[in-house]
């Protein structure tokens, strides 16, 4: 039971950071000061007492971790941060402006922020994979917390984190759900319904405790009962006010993302009792424990291929993972219940305890990711390619969170057959070469994709793999080395008219092509194009000036964004890239055009007009035009 003293220097601390979290947006003209003013009682109570946090060494593997799911409340969160000690008020009036670390939503540019928030329904989801690698992996008894607003538990992420966290028995895990009541717009689905809140959670298996979350007495104890469960997750559903201590405020729609003029702040400063200056002693955590060993790392021997057997890449991926976890005791797996196809399932047999299924949730499955890196973890997650568009903005916030994951995607193109277009993943090339930093890979055999695969495990950003759902040639052998930013050119001669550019179940329709080509006289050069981003610059250049200007592009993928988009930024006027000087391009680009449906693969290339066929008479078509100086 909390002293008087307590309760009074929690409330003091409560009211200095709803006055910061006013104080830094009405100097930014901007930003989200009455939804970061209902949760000030919690956090004041969490960061007095319970949060275990070493500020001075944020990497320090017993930290408690805190993850704002509801990333606009972050005044709330800097506010905390200078009652820490570790940023001046100076530093907090910076709010929103430019060359600040206090962006408008959270980012890792500050040392103890640990994932970006900011889009709704990810932080409960990250935290399932932080609370996944503290559990299961380090072995440590650190908690993560969770602070979510509830307009944002309409989002399906969430209840995939409530289902993945009982089934998994993430006792680790603590949620706290800020019921405020009032929404962007107005109120919220739910209102102050907290009962329906708490029967949603306890159906998932969730402890529920339900509390007025501006009791501190209620929060002490509430905080205190969840670190007391020892088998499931729990979530604390504290029924606030938006705007509370504030009559102007409190509890009235129409504030949301709206700071307070300057007249108006001085009012509801001096309302709060005035400006304060507490500095508090975060506890740091108890334990000084070492995560425990995952394995001993073994030298890498990678999967090798005889040339002209066949063999899927997804294959080639599956056999590449097994020999990477020997390697590598970090590298753990997730994949989303098609672990038997993208043949995840090996690692899964031969490493259980690195590897976490996250059944048809994809959405989960990158944001749990997402988490396990934030522990150092080296994460690769597999489904079919298609299915990752539906986990897409997890990606787009991954990268602003500066996380390092490895997503593979496999039964991608037409090239998959009878399964027909809801499963053909036609534009996942583009969609993951316009993240930030990424990194996109689309290998042709398995020798190659076993050395991209052991490339992926130390690759910062966002890496996405594309893998084949049918058998193709082996081409390579395996002591073939593949850089990332490189290419292979396969055929080539001095007599060259054309060059086709390839990757994939492609390149080797290409090669069919080339060689019928060379049967009527006509030589062609051949690029495989296995690293679609970072795109190898300078061998196109030299090929296209080799073959004044012929190049031909042919993709499994929609004629938007993919392989074909890559090649043309080649020859882009921009700094990052090497000035082309050479012939004017004649580029022929082979993409789906059509909506494809059902058929066999060698039926739905050529339907596409991306099999050896159209690669030939688009060739055809540019050697017999006369070239324009």
């Known amino acids: ?177 800020d019921v405020n009541r009032l929404g962007q717009r107005g109120q919220t689905e739910l209102g102050w319904n907290t009962q329906a809140y708490s029967a949603r959670a306890r159906a998932f298996g969730w402890q529920a405790i339900e509390i007025e979350g501006h009791d501190l007495t209620e929060i002490d104890q509430a905080f205190s009962a969840a670190l007391s469960i020892n088998d499931r997750p729990t979530v604390i559903i504290a029924r606030t006010k938006k705007g509370k201590g504030v009559a102007s405020l409190e509890d009235l729609g129409g504030w949301h993302g709206k700071a307070l003029q300057p007249n108006a702040e001085k009012e509801a400063i001096a309302e709060l009792g005035g400006e304060r200056n507490i500095r508090i002693q975060v506890n740091k955590p108890e334990e000084q424990g070492q995560p425990a060993t995952t394995g001993n790392p073994q030298p890498l021997q990678l999967p090798t291929y005889n040339k002209g057997a066949k063999v899927a890449t997804r294959r080639a991926y599956g056999d590449a993972l097994v020999a990477l976890g020997a390697a590598q005791p970090d590298v753990v797996v997730l994949d989303a219940e098609v672990s038997n196809s993208t043949y995840a399932e090996d690692f899964a047999e031969a490493y259980p305890e690195r590897y976490f299924e996250m059944y048809i949730a994809e959405q989960q499955m990158i944001a749990a990711a997402v988490g396990l890196q934030v522990r150092k973890y080296k994460p690769f997650a597999s489904s079919f390619a298609a299915f990752l568009s539906r986990g897409y903005d997890f990606v787009r916030m991954a990268a602003i969170s500066r996380a390092n994951i490895k997503l593979v995607g496999s039964h991608a193109g037409v090239s998959i057959g009878q399964d027909g277009p809801s499963q053909m993943a036609l534009e996942d090339l583009a969609a993951f070469r316009a993240v930030w930093s990424s990194t996109v890979l689309y290998p042709s055999d398995a020798n190659q994709t076993a050395k991209l695969v052991a490339q992926m495990s130390d690759r910062n950003g966002v890496v996405y793999l594309r893998t084949t759902r049918e058998s193709t040639p082996v081409i390579y052998g395996s002591d073939e080395e593949f850089s990332i930013g490189g290419s292979k050119v396969i055929r080539s001669s001095e007599r060259d008219q054309a060059t086709v550019i390839a990757a994939g179940i492609t390149l080797h329709e290409a090669l069919k092509a080339c060689d019928r080509l060379k049967n009527e006289g006509i030589t062609v050069r051949v690029i495989d194009a296995y690293s679609v981003k970072p795109i190898d610059v300078q061998t196109i250049h030299q090929a296209a000036r080799d073959t004044k200007g012929n190049l031909v592009v042919v993709e499994d993928h929609w004629p938007e964004g993919g392989l074909g988009a890559a090649v043309l930024d080649a020859f882009a006027d921009t700094s990052s890239i090497p000035t082309y000087n050479g012939p004017q391009l004649r580029l022929i680009k082979l993409a789906v055009l059509d909506m494809p449906g059902s058929g066999t693969p060698e039926e739905l290339l050529h339907a596409a007009k991306i099999d050896a066929d159209a690669i030939v008479e688009a060739v055809k078509s540019q050697v017999r035009q006369p070239v324009r100086v």
């Open 1 to 177: 039971m909390a002293t008087q003293e307590q309760l009074h220097q929690w409330h003091e601390l409560a009211q200095q950071l709803r006055i910061d979290s006013i104080r830094a947006t009405t100097v930014a003209g901007s930003g989200h000061p009455t939804s970061s003013m209902s949760p000030a009682d919690l956090m004041a109570v969490l960061l007095s007492k319970y949060l275990r946090y070493d500020f001075d060494n944020p990497h320090n593997p017993n930290n408690d971790r805190f993850l704002l799911s509801k990333g606009h409340a972050a005044p709330l969160l800097y506010a905390m941060y200078k009652a820490a000690g570790v940023i001046t008020d100076e530093e907090l009036l910076s709010l929103r402006k430019i060359g600040s670390r206090l962006e408008g939503h959270p980012t890792p540019v500050l040392p103890w922020v640990d994932v970006a928030t900011g889009s709704l329904g990810q932080g409960l989801p990250i935290g399932v994979g932080v609370a996944l690698a503290g559990k299961y992996l380090d072995q440590l008894p650190y908690h993560v917390w969770v602070l979510l607003g509830d307009s944002e538990t309409s989002e399906g992420s969430v209840w995939e984190a409530f289902d993945h966290a009982s089934h998994y028995s993430l006792d680790n895990l603590i949620a706290i759900i």
